[in-house]
């Protein structure tokens, strides 16, 4: 478990902030979407306020002496010298050359391992993740932001949030972790989800893992230090993946074990900071929550979020 903390600023306190949770993307492998990935990365980029969470299994990691190793389910981009000599030493730049624009422009909030990152780590004594976090961090502070942590398979971290002049500010917390386990009903997918926010007290609950989107808000009324009741709104989400395991030609893991197609793409989780006057009706009510609330509308190459 790893403790993160993190800021961004923005022009405005009431100003949303986005937050792309892109994991399970598994560049290298046949089935990546490597356009909506793309695609993604390229939206992130160019909005204002927008910043990517990286969750883990975001290169295959699978060489070729890995007894999973199948030929047919390598990316075709990896053949030739064009990304480096091993597979994995083609994944590993592939991937950095993708995020080097993003950690330039400051947008990587942290970044995760997932099974197939650890199992390389576990196997082959190369942590990739810790490698891109090193590489990026150097980038991102040579660009005049902050570094990107390490966040492991797990971490818990704060997120504060603030304004230009740095006169008014407040923080999120999470809980994020790669995940495990082979929940595949859509229920005991949401109890996973749920899960998570019994355990931590944070505001976001974030996991990947079972190539999934789902996504569950769960307001609570609390009390302020000073007494007043507060909104509180917090949120479990299951990111999705990139990965297609129903790709035509390609014998997968996916189809080996009977799981069903999916949307691809991430979820993305919206923050606003809501400021108020306390209603008439409600006197002892706090003026201020953070509204949470999560989108998911570029899921396929060609369209575009409005
Ligand atoms: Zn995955």
């Keep these: 478990m790893e403790l993160v903390t993190q800021s961004v600023t923005v022009n405005s306190i009431r100003d949303e902030v986005r937050i792309v949770c892109m994991g399970c993307i598994h560049h290298g492998a046949a089935g990546c979407d490597e356009k909506l990935a793309d695609q993604w990365y390229d939206y992130i980029l160019r909005k204002p306020n927008t910043y990517v969470i990286f969750g883990g299994d975001l290169v295959d990691s699978i060489h070729e002496r890995d007894p999973r190793y199948l030929d047919e389910e390598v990316a075709p981009w990896t053949y030739g010298k064009k990304w480096g000599g091993t597979l994995i030493d083609k994944q ?18 942290w970044i995760h391992a997932g099974n197939h990152e650890w199992k390389l780590k576990t196997t082959s004594s190369r942590d990739l993740t810790l490698d891109w976090s090193r590489e990026l961090s150097k980038i991102s502070v040579k ?9 492991g398979l797990s971490a818990l971290s704060n997120l504060f949030i603030r304004n230009r ?18 929940a595949q009903s859509d229920g005991g997918i949401i109890n996973k989800a749920m899960s998570m926010l019994r355990v931590y007290d944070v505001d976001v609950a974030l996991m990947w893992h079972v190539h999934r989107k789902a996504h569950q808000g769960s307001p609570m009324w609390s009390l302020t230090d000073n007494g007043k009741r507060v909104r509180r709104e917090r949120l479990a989400a ?4 990139f990965l297609n395991g129903h790709t ?6 996916a189809e080996l074990k009977g799981y069903l197609p999916q949307l691809l793409g991430p979820l993305v989780v919206h923050i606003k900071r809501e400021i108020s ?13 953070t ?16």
């Design 165 to 182: 002049d740095h006169t008014s500010s407040y923080r999120l917390t999470f809980f994020s972790n790669h995940g495990g386990g082979g």
């Design 248 to 253: 035509e030609g390609v014998g997968s893991y």
């Design 277 to 289: 006057r306390a209603p008439k009706s409600d006197p002892k009510r706090s003026t201020h929550y």
């Design 143 to 151: 660009a005049g932001f902050g570094e990107v942590p390490y966040a």
């Design 291 to 306: 509204r949470i609330f999560v989108s998911d509308a570029i899921t396929t190459e060609g369209q575009e979020e409005t």
């Design 238 to 241: 299951v990111c999705g993946t």
């Design 92 to 109: 590993y730049h592939y991937a950095l050359e993708k995020w080097r624009p993003l950690a330039e422009a400051g947008k990587i909030l």
